[in-house]
Nanobody, 118 residues
Framework: VQLQASGGGTVQTGDTLRLSCAAS????????MGWFRQAPGKEREFVAS????????DYADSVKGRFTISRDKFKNTIYLQMNSLKPEDTAIYYC????????????WGQGTQVTVSS
């Protein structure tokens, strides 16, 4: 499985940004795709996830109502639409994948930096 994240950048408070993660290497019908982030000096934290088949989503409380995760099955790509960005959203964002029957994410993409200035 290969995951390629993109779309990061530097924006101002209140701005929007959309991250993309291109997935390849197998079919993902039995996978859950997720976004995580890691801010400087902090541990990596869960942001959002989506079940590839069915589209069930889950979000961290800190991003509920502001971020939306989605997937395009034809493009094999997942997205993270980030609205109303705050300085505390500044982090490196990673996409990841796991088989839905397992608890741990086994596959990780490289990170993409998101910086939100006040």
């Amino acid at each position: 499985v290969q995951l390629q994240a993109s779309g990061g950048g530097t924006v101002q408070t209140g701005d929007t940004l959309r991250l993309s993660c291109a997935a390849s290497g197998r079919t993902f019908n039995y996978y859950i795709m997720g976004w995580f982030r890691q801010a400087p000096g902090k541990e990596r934290e869960f942001v959002a996830s989506i079940r590839w088949s069915g589209g069930r989503t889950d979000y961290a409380d800190s991003v509920k109502g502001r971020f939306t995760i989605s997937r395009d099955k034809f493009k094999n790509t997942i997205y993270l639409q980030m609205n109303s960005l705050k300085p505390e959203d500044t982090a490196i964002y990673y996409c990841a994948a796991r088989v839905f029957t397992t608890g741990n994410y086994s596959y990780w993409g490289q990170g993409t930096q998101v910086t939100v200035s006040s």
